[in-house]
Nanobody, 121 residues
Framework: QVQLVESGGGSVQPGGSLRLTCEAS????????MGWYRQAPGKERELGAR???????NYADSAQGRFTISRDNAKNTVYLQMNSLTPENTAVYYC???????????????WGQGTQVTVSS
């Protein structure tokens, strides 16, 4: 009923940039927040950046200053601009949405399928 579809991942050299895009669709009544999580090989999934419906943002320490999250509420789309990438940023990046679907009283957390980001020379 709800789909989050990511795009924009790929391979880039150290110091390069990538822009991830995630569009939410389906039976969505309202969106509380959207965000990006990352999961490196052998590690747990962790928050990278999050933006609320009102535009408040928070970032992981490792993302602060290099990554920028933004959102187009009209399109139910969230973006993550990643600059000055390093090999440590290599991971699968997952889009998440905290949102109400029709007829629910509490928001649920929904996930995209993930997009691979590889930073290597």
């Amino acid at each position: 009923q709800v789909q989050l579809v990511e795009s924009g991942g790929g391979s880039v050299q150290p110091g390069g940039s990538l822009r991830l895009t995630c569009e939410a669709s389906g039976n969505i009544r309202s969106i509380v927040a959207m965000g990006w999580y990352r999961q490196a090989p052998g590690k747990e999934r962790e928050l990278g950046a999050r933006v609320t419906n009102s535009g408040n943002t928070n970032y992981a320490d490792s993302a602060q200053g290099r990554f920028t999250i933004s959102r187009d509420n009209a399109k139910n789309t969230v973006y993550l601009q990643m600059n000055s990438l390093t090999p440590e940023n290599t991971a699968v990046y997952y889009c998440s949405g905290d949102l109400f679907v029709a007829y629910t009283r509490a928001p649920g957390k929904y996930w995209g399928q993930g997009t691979q980001v590889t930073v290597s020379s």
